[in-house]
């Protein structure tokens, strides 16, 4: 059983993993808690928005629409990496989900094909929407990728979750059926939970460390010729000058 963070503690989870956060508007009280239970949560739940535009997606995610209100995630994480906090508490995120995906995700273990949607999910997960059109086509850039799984990691850390398994991070797609999203991320949602299991191996401040380029070869500095190869190399010469004076 997990109670939620305080947004306080979120906002400065968030940060300490290095993320740029915008805070958008009463964020902090912005939920829908008068609809049901927020908490207990057992994981993090990753979207795409299916929207073109970082404003107008912020703005959709913050307000919902007619038959869907807002707030529908948490955090909005833009193609440039930042994470637009929109709302704290119960959002319309998740819906209903598989129960056996919940099992496994609170004990932190293999995901099982998700073929049911008797749970609410909106109660249990925090959700981060990610701007992407999600068709496949729509390129996550290098940014938004690592945001991604930042976010992740900080939200696992301050829960103290991941110690038995990576699968408290979760894509939508592996809770509802029929939901694909997040659609395209490179390495998919294992590699997502591969990349944020490493770095709560480290620090939050911890960032992987670049390659090296590779050294260029050297070639070897040629050795200096022998006496005896200089001697034959001057009598050479000299037997060239007189053949060429006579």
């Not at 739940?45 to 929207?51: A, E, K, L, Q, S």
């Not at 056996?100 to 094909?113: F, S």
Request: aromatic share 4%.
């Amino acid at each position: 059983m997990a109670a939620p963070l305080s947004a306080a503690a979120f906002i400065a989870a968030l940060k300490a993993e290095g993320l740029r956060v915008v805070e958008v508007g009463d964020w902090r009280t912005h939920n829908r808690n008068h609809k049901g239970a927020w908490g207990p949560v057992h994981g993090v739940m990753i979207h795409h928005t299916v929207t073109k535009g970082t404003s107008s997606t912020v703005a959709l995610c913050r307000d919902g629409h007619s038959t869907l209100p807002g707030p529908l995630c948490h955090g909005v994480i833009a193609k440039d990496g930042r994470v637009h906090l929109v709302g704290y508490g119960r959002t319309n995120h998740a819906g209903l989900g598989d129960d056996d995906v919940l099992t496994a995700v609170i004990a932190e273990k293999t995901l099982p094909a998700d073929n049911e949607a008797n749970t609410d999910g909106n109660r249990h997960f925090y959700g981060f929407e990610c701007e992407n059109l999600g068709d496949g086509k729509d390129p996550w850039p290098a940014a938004q990728r690592e945001a991604i799984v930042r976010a992740s990691a900080a939200i696992c850390r301050a829960h103290g979750w991941g110690e038995d398994g990576p699968t408290s991070v979760i894509g939508h797609e592996e809770w509802q059926p029929g939901k694909v999203d997040p659609k395209g991320i490179p390495g998919g949602m294992t590699g997502i939970r591969k990349d944020a299991a490493e770095r709560l191996k480290h620090s939050a401040s911890w960032s992987p460390t670049a390659p090296k380029p590779p050294t260029p070869s050297v070639p070897p500095a040629p050795k200096p010729p022998t006496t005896d190869e200089r001697i034959d190399a001057l009598e050479k010469r000299m037997t060239a000058l007189e053949t060429k004076e006579s």
